[in-house]
């Protein structure tokens, strides 16, 4: 009974063993993109309703994250401010004034990251935005 046990606490410390050199390799994380559009209603009269919050989820494996946007209908008086709504991100939102990409990072366990978007312009007028999250 004793040489069974230690046979089986042998095998055990290999595997264990295994396991954790295995478990140090570097793995590179799978890319994703979830694309995302916002809508901002700046005209007199219009219902609230009309004004949308892009959403984009992903499943993620990888702190560091590239946000772009892809096309914006107003060219000036106009942002969106980007930030996670499931995460805390290092530089709390990012606002976006200009099309372009911007790196962001976000801290805490990482499973399903949860972005949202918010449009705005200034202006009397609609503004749609339209971009993508990418890692």
């Known amino acids: 009974m004793k040489k069974t046990?230690?046979?089986l606490i042998a095998i055990v410390m290999a595997t264990t063993t295994m396991a954790?050199?295995?478990g140090g390799m570097s793995v590179s994380a799978v890319s994703e993109t979830a694309s995302w559009s916002a809508r901002y209603v700046n005209v007199h009269g219009a219902p609230t309703t009309e004004s949308r919050t892009g959403y984009a989820t992903m499943q993620a494996s990888s702190e560091v994250y590239t946000g772009k946007v892809n096309t914006m209908?107003?060219?000036t008086n106009r942002s969106l401010t980007l930030s996670s709504t499931s995460h805390v991100m290092t530089t709390g939102?990012?606002?976006y004034n200009n099309t372009g990409s911007r790196r962001w990072y976000i801290s805490g366990e990482i499973k399903k990251v949860t972005y949202e978007m918010v449009a705005y312009t200034s202006l009397k007028a609609v503004l749609n935005v339209t971009g993508i999250i990418s890692r």
């Open 20 to 22: 954790v050199g295995f």
């Open 73 to 75: 209908s107003d060219i």
């Open 93 to 95: 939102s990012i606002v």
């Open 5 to 7: 046990f230690k046979r």
